[in-house]
């Protein structure tokens, strides 16, 4: 069990599941043949012209609490569309999750960075044909932008088909169990942690600022799913708004430079994070050692 260290927190993994995406998704042929020695130094794991992204959980044990961050896809959904590879998933998740040393029912919050189905699935489970929370004990965090954006109920709610099904049987159940607490965009829940507004990828997306004995993480969520995105922020993929998305990257890169804070996304294949350094052209990627 690989355990990091930032200040007095101690931060554990939980990994659901490894996909294989089209490299396509963020570099289109021609900037390939173009940046062949880039791509070579950039997205080393791109191989036959698939790179990996990894469904993975952050568990962060501080301020004597214990915070889950991001909880994957979630067994038992109806998936379709291009989210068809998480449709009726059984996986060994919550296994995972209690190799680390964790308690389901030890966690006190819960923290979806943003409400796409990859981040908080596991927020709940079946049983005995209903939805009930994952995390009977927790308080659920949502961002009150993110949270609107995506209840159907809303007047002129915009629906995109990969992410059908989520609000109901991920997000509506929490707050019928009484456990959600609709947050503001900035927003400090323990001495160390504050939610941030990084809105673009989703228009009430948010990153979870670690602050302790001087250092800093940022979970940053779906900023960044490559490593890539560091050295080349306009590249983007699918989002709810495509220029609000690279500004808030291009922003939130400066401050990972400028703080050396540790940068933990939702999707980094191993080391799974590491730091945003400022280089001739920008910025490139520390990873982890
Ligand atoms: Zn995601």
Redesign the pocket.
Known sequence: MTVIRVGEADIRRAEEMRIQVLTEAFIDKSMRRDHASFLASHMPDSVNGLIT?I?QTWIIRVDGRVIVV?PCNGNGRARAGATAMFNNLNTDFLERFRATGTDPADVSYVFCT?L?C??CGWNTQARDGHWVPTFPKARYLFVRKEYDRWDPNRIGHVAVDFNVGVFEDSVRPIVEAGLADLVPEWHQFSPSLQIEPAPGHTLGHAVLHLTSANKEAYFV??VL?HPVEIARPEIDVAADDKEMSIATRKRLLERLADSGALCLP??FAEPHGGYVRRAADGYRFEALA
Do not use: L, R
């Open positions: 992204m469904m991001d943003h796409h990859d981040h969520g779906d799913h939702a999707h």
